[in-house]
């Protein structure tokens, strides 16, 4: 047991490799302390905590009635199951941006949260109905594609909330991919690969259906990729890349919305139109749009929030 210091001592250790890991309420451990002991001598070993947060819910159908024995997992791994009640708890997360989700059956249900230190948030859930997609992507001429490229998929409309985050795959070999569990509305999917002009497209995702989807593609140079990129419609001329603090601004175009409204290379993404980031397919996502129309975007820089109102390029 550490002091009120937080010092603490073991004596008696043979010489060995020893592992020490602490544990308090409220603290989770952030790296294990490792060292050798050896004979007739005192080791010094720190070891650190990271603070904590709590998160609770309850878990319903459509209907509002709550659904008992289901489980409730997070992005890194953490699961709890539902009481008779519906009641989920889970405890220890790390301060970050975390991922809910639940599935009984057919029906799904995914929730983000920005946790903070101390936090006990809501994080109620509703399970939905939900849809797939099947797809293919091909060059201009039909032709099948000489690798595996990326496709991104964000909703348009009629998306609920909670599952409406952005989503990707790859293609296999013959350009084929596969979505699962995409919530019921209308989603638009576009190619990513700087050999390839973006394809894009919509469809309308039905519950309980799986949609099908061709997206053509025509080959470009690395200079065409980089001058698109500078003059793409509906976009802030921006890129994003996941850090250990989140998900970052990676470089803006200098004419580009993102520049001229003065966001920087560094910031972190902390929400969009209000609602918490989750990844960098996320940002893409919900920074896209319609030319010419509004985002919010809230950046954290040097410890300190900054609100920004964008026009996505015409």
Known sequence: MSGADGRYEVTGLPPADIEVVARAPGFAPLN???????AGERTVLDVVLALTASVGGTLR?????????????TDRGAVATTDAAGHFSLSGLELRHVVLEAEVGDRFARRSLNLGEGQNPDADLTLRATGG????????????????????????????PGLAEAVQA????AGAFRVARLSVGRWRFSTYDSGYAAGD?????????????ELRVKEQTEEEHIARGAVERGTLGAAFEATAGGVAVSWSVST????????????????IDGTPVGNTFDAYARTRGKPGSRVKLSVRREGVDHDFELTRGE
Do not use: N, Q, Y
């Open 201 to 213: 497209a919509e469809v309308e995702i039905r519950p309980g259906e799986t949609a099908h989807l």
């Open 133 to 160: 997609l099947g797809g293919r992507v091909a060059r201009a001429d039909g032709l099948p594609l000489d690798r595996p490229i990326s496709v991104l998929g964000f909703p348009v409309t009629g998306a609920d």
């Open 256 to 271: 580009g919305p993102a520049a001229r409204e003065g966001l920087a290379v560094g910031d972190l993404l902390v929400s």
């Open 170 to 173: 790859s293609t296999d070999a």
């Open 61 to 73: 159908d459509e209907e509002g009635h709550p659904v008992a024995g289901a489980f409730v997992r």
């Open 32 to 38: 294990p302390g490792r060292a050798k002991l050896v």
